[in-house]
Protein backbone atom coordinates (compact mmCIF):
# COMPACT_ATOMS: atom_id res chain seq x y z
CA UNK A 1 0.00 0.00 0.00
CA UNK A 2 1.31 3.52 -0.77
CA UNK A 3 1.13 6.45 1.80
CA UNK A 4 1.53 10.47 0.57
CA UNK A 5 3.59 12.91 2.79
CA UNK A 6 3.57 16.16 2.66
CA UNK A 7 5.10 18.72 5.28
CA UNK A 8 5.98 16.23 7.19
CA UNK A 9 2.49 14.67 7.62
CA UNK A 10 1.07 11.57 6.27
CA UNK A 11 -2.03 12.45 4.22
CA UNK A 12 -5.12 9.79 5.18
CA UNK A 13 -5.85 8.12 1.89
CA UNK A 14 -9.49 8.44 2.54
CA UNK A 15 -9.23 12.23 1.83
CA UNK A 16 -9.00 13.87 -1.69
CA UNK A 17 -7.38 16.99 -2.68
CA UNK A 18 -10.27 19.03 -3.11
CA UNK A 19 -11.68 17.74 0.05
CA UNK A 20 -8.16 19.29 1.62
CA UNK A 21 -8.45 22.37 -0.61
CA UNK A 22 -12.15 22.75 0.75
CA UNK A 23 -10.82 22.69 4.48
CA UNK A 24 -7.66 24.97 3.94
CA UNK A 25 -5.10 21.97 4.79
CA UNK A 26 -2.04 23.67 6.80
CA UNK A 27 0.84 22.21 7.90
CA UNK A 28 3.25 23.48 10.59
CA UNK A 29 4.65 25.56 7.63
CA UNK A 30 1.66 27.25 6.02
CA UNK A 31 -0.62 25.55 3.86
CA UNK A 32 -0.45 22.21 2.19
CA UNK A 33 -1.49 23.04 -0.85
CA UNK A 34 -1.98 25.70 -3.13
CA UNK A 35 -4.46 25.34 -6.32
CA UNK A 36 -4.46 28.85 -7.34
CA UNK A 37 -1.95 29.79 -9.88
CA UNK A 38 0.76 32.63 -9.48
CA UNK A 39 1.40 35.05 -11.50
CA UNK A 40 4.68 35.58 -12.97
CA UNK A 41 7.70 37.09 -10.88
CA UNK A 42 10.84 38.98 -12.10
CA UNK A 43 12.66 35.99 -13.93
CA UNK A 44 11.11 33.05 -12.33
CA UNK A 45 8.23 30.71 -14.21
CA UNK A 46 5.22 30.55 -12.42
CA UNK A 47 4.72 27.83 -10.26
CA UNK A 48 8.75 27.45 -9.33
CA UNK A 49 8.70 30.45 -6.53
CA UNK A 50 10.38 29.69 -3.45
CA UNK A 51 7.50 28.84 -1.07
CA UNK A 52 6.65 26.17 -3.57
CA UNK A 53 9.63 23.89 -3.41
CA UNK A 54 8.13 21.71 -0.56
CA UNK A 55 7.37 18.40 -2.61
CA UNK A 56 5.49 15.38 -1.18
CA UNK A 57 6.72 11.91 -1.09
CA UNK A 58 5.32 8.80 -1.91
CA UNK A 59 6.26 5.70 -0.09
CA UNK A 60 5.41 1.79 0.55
CA UNK A 61 3.67 1.78 4.16
CA UNK A 62 5.89 -1.28 4.86
CA UNK A 63 9.03 1.00 4.28
CA UNK A 64 7.36 3.35 6.67
CA UNK A 65 6.87 0.97 9.27
CA UNK A 66 10.44 -0.77 9.17
CA UNK A 67 11.92 2.61 9.03
CA UNK A 68 10.09 4.50 11.14
CA UNK A 69 12.55 5.37 13.83
CA UNK A 70 15.26 6.71 11.52
CA UNK A 71 15.06 10.49 9.73
CA UNK A 72 12.84 11.46 7.89
CA UNK A 73 10.06 9.01 9.12
CA UNK A 74 10.59 9.46 12.46
CA UNK A 75 9.53 13.24 11.93
CA UNK A 76 6.73 11.96 10.17
CA UNK A 77 2.79 12.65 12.02
CA UNK A 78 -0.74 11.60 10.77
CA UNK A 79 -2.58 14.45 9.21
CA UNK A 80 -5.27 15.83 11.75
CA UNK A 81 -7.92 18.02 10.28
CA UNK A 82 -9.09 18.86 13.64
CA UNK A 83 -5.64 20.88 14.47
CA UNK A 84 -5.37 24.11 14.23
CA UNK A 85 -2.01 25.17 12.63
CA UNK A 86 -3.21 29.13 12.65
CA UNK A 87 -1.39 29.79 16.33
CA UNK A 88 1.99 27.64 15.91
CA UNK A 89 4.68 28.74 17.71
CA UNK A 90 8.30 27.68 17.53
CA UNK A 91 8.40 26.53 20.86
CA UNK A 92 5.85 23.72 19.80
CA UNK A 93 8.44 21.76 18.04
CA UNK A 94 10.48 21.19 21.10
CA UNK A 95 8.00 20.19 23.28
CA UNK A 96 7.59 16.69 21.47
Given amino acids: MLMFVKADLIIPHYLTFYQMEQMKARGEKGPLFRFVP ?48 EKYTLEQTFKR
Fill in 38 to 85: HKEEENKPAGLLKDDLQYGKVTLRSWYERNKHMFPANQWKSFDPEVNW
